[in-house]
């Protein structure tokens, strides 16, 4: 297998003036008709990618004059070697849409057929340059049998409709806008739509339509306010317009991934569209509101201005990552969405950094781009925005944006375009900086502090451990009463928003203040303003101060997560290793922390859930810097049920609270409310604390899902053997009818712990409930079980059975089994035992020469 380079790339030598492409759709095949316009800067072969296609036709023209080129042909396109500077290429080819399981191109789903060209589909639908930096104008002509595709849809406008006899009617679509070929798309079925309307701030009406299939079109309201809120977010924030007449949203069940952000025409992964309080949960609204948001706000971060490669692809998704993450917190408390935001990134994307699939936020090579879809593309690359914005400030920044959209609107540029023109033109040098899009890796510091009592002086000791980057770190510090103190330090600077910020660019610094009546307590990179490790051998009793007094909301809660770790380490050596069966008692003082957090009614309970949803299992691996799958799943429900036994009396009682608000808010309307949610979230952390000691308590009655499906993962944790079973099937009776509603039924099953688990994965998927072909069961089921980390890594058999699963995947959909694979990168942190056993088997697939290259590229640096 070859890899790309980044250093390879070349700017093309001709551009497409336009494209016009005509799509006859058949009962068993599709033709593609395409006629396009060439322009050369010098006379050169060129290469149209293409795969999977009959050839029917192919002409060269200009000038109504046929032209003789050479035409070599290859199995992943065609070589052309033209003779003139100017001409039109035809081509008419021949494709199967209904047989393409890879779900890339166009592909048949259930009765519709839909395109996903990104990144690499296009080449799937005809023979074109298949890059993201060839631009050109789109006419779009469809045409089908009006019963069974009465819905033709495409980029742009409408600008006709018509039949043309034997039940079939034809429909064009033109795109004002320049766009590269990974943001084409095509639908056509028979669906409903949900329509709406929305005028800009420039008075320019918007048509609003999102499709999804029969009776379902009601669950799009939802969807429809997002999209009402990120189109009026957009304009307040950046002064970002939408550009066209329409705009129109997707939905369909077979989906690589969550949403595409075509122009104009938005295909979506059903589970980010419908959703009602009787079939999707509180995060289900939450992530609905984000996605429709995220791909609302590429159109001018990524479609207007986009990438020049992929090896930029960050300069869209991170960029666009970032807006999102804007967008929600003020939607919601703005330290929440903060939590939110890191615990994606500590979940997803340290591990990702720490491991063997490490790669830059600006990648040099890789087998295949697909794979470039990663935690560090996106969530990483969002890190690095939201550090340029801590080291200039909302307001600097909002004009280096506002500079950004000016310079480069209808370009396809790069990372470092982006970053010189955000910090080096706001007069702020970036020669450091560029060091986050190039190296690998969670930077790491060292902090040392040291209190003087003559002097009255506190000083922090930084040190970057490894690499060197160019660090943003928020602090504060507060006096023992809680009180902010307000001292200044020559190492300490203010951006323009008057936030005092640290800006670490030395290996060593040293931050001094001076004045103190006694030592103070940090509050130590608030907000998450970097994203880097710090180690910090800092008294608990800092953690305990700042877990009930700091007003950042991230800190209080990173405060007791660190507090809640360290209580774990204790335990785990103290208990498990040394066999202390007194070391129990040592959780005290963090019983006694929570049992303040749940009495402070100064705290909103949105604060209370999150600080109540403690530390996840790949966190806790991250913090103990290895994984023993047994001893770290004993050592967390022994602390739950502690917690759960001596703080029984008030979750009790706050449980019973919660339960009679939420019967009495539930029963005024099902509609999604942020602050029922929260209810609801904090309900169940508590009810899970008191379920580790009792067992399944005494359920509310509710029709709300979220609710529901909570109570079904609870019997999970306790029934067993055929009970076990009439329960799971009692549950898929019920919603058979709904694919959203069994995807969640496959996730709980898949992330319990319970003993029985792997057999009931296994049952499943010998009772035909379990579809491979669907991406999101297999997410559901199989992506989940591997991120199931304390009870996955428990036994070989279960390795055996995953690997099995994804090689069988890979032979039809490669990018699906690639993002199955990555649930491995933990095997670094396994006992040698099982590192050895799944390593081995891994080596086998990769030197067996059946693997695609998505998954080969993935699984061949995990042995």
Known sequence: MEKTFLKDYQKPHYQILKLDLEFSLFDNYVTVAQKSRYQLDEIKPFFLNGLDQEILELTFTDKNQSLEFKVEKKNDGLTVFPTVKEFNLNIKTKINPYTNK???????????????????????????????????MYTVTIEADVKKFPILLSNGNRIEKKSVGDNRHRVTWQDPWKKPCYLFAVFAGDVDVLTDTYTTRSGKKVNLEIYAEKGKSPRCKHAMESLKLSMKWDEDKFDREYDLSEYMIVAIDDFNAGAMENKGLNIFNSKLILADSQTATDADFFDIESVVAHEYFHNWTGNRITLRNWFQLSLKEGLTVFRDQEFSADMTE?????????????????????????????????????NFFTPTIYEKGAEVIRMMQNILGKKQFKLAMDRYFKKYDGQAITTDDYRTTILDESGYNS???????????????????????????????????????????????????????????????????????????????????????????????????????????????????????????????????????????????????????????????????????????????????????????????????FLDAAGFQKTEMTMKSYFGKNLGSTLKEKVLQLNTQLTQLEAKSDHYDQNIAAKRELKMNLTDLLESVEGQTNPYQTKNFTSVLFQFASQLKVLAGEARKQEILKFYTQWKSEPLVLNKWLQTISTSDHPET?????????????????????????????????????????????????AEIDAFNPQVAARLATTLQVVGSLPEEKKSYLGKLIQQMTTSNKLSKNSFEVLSKLA
């Open 102 to 136: 890879s779900l890339e191109g166009l592909y048949g789903s259930k009765a519709f057929l839909v395109t996903q060209c990104e990144a690499e589909g296009f080449r799937k639908i005809t023979f074109f340059p298949d890059r993201p930096d060839v631009m050109t």
């Open 758 to 806: 792997f057999e009931t994965i296994k049952w499943v998927c010998s009772q035909g409930y379990f579809n491979p072909e669907n991406p999101n069961q297999v997410y559901a089921l199989l992506r989940n079980f591997g991120n199931n980390l304390f009870y996955f890594h428990q036994n070989n058999s279960h390795y055996d059975f995953f690997l099995g699963k994804l």
């Open 431 to 625: 020669e450091l900086f560029v060091n986050w899009y190039q190296k690998p890796g969670t930077p790491k510091v060292s902090v040392t502090d040291s209190w003087d009592a003559t002097s009255k002086s506190f000083t922090l000791h930084l040190e970057q451990i490894e690499s060197q980057f160019e660090i943003p770190i928020f602090v504060e510090l507060f006096d023992r009463d809680g009180k902010k103190l307000d001292l200044k330090s020559d190492q300490v600077q203010t951006n323009s928003d008057g936030q005092k910020l640290i800006l670490l660019k030395t290996s060593t610094l040293e931050v001094k203040w001076d004045g103190l009546s006694g030592r103070p307590v940090v509050s130590f990179l608030r907000n998450f303003s970097a994203p880097i490790i710090v180690s910090w051998n800092r008294p608990l009793d800092d953690y305990y101060f700042l877990a009930l007094n700091d007003d950042d909301t991230f800190n209080r809660n990173e405060s007791l997560q660190q507090y809640w770790l360290n209580s774990f380490k204790n335990l785990y050596t103290q208990f498990i290793l040394e066999n202390k069966k007194d070391a129990v008692s040592k959780l005290q003082p963090l019983n006694g922390l929570l049992e303040s957090i749940l009495k402070n009614e100064k705290l909103e309970e949105r604060v209370k859930a999150k600080l109540f949803s403690f530390p996840s299992h790949s966190v806790i691996m991250q913090f103990m810097g």
């Open 334 to 370: 703005k330290g929440i969405q903060r939590v939110r935001d890191v615990d994606t990134l500590k979940n997803r994307q340290f591990p990702e950094d720490a491991g063997p699939n490490a790669h830059p936020v600006r990648p040099e090579s890789c087998y295949s781009v697909d």
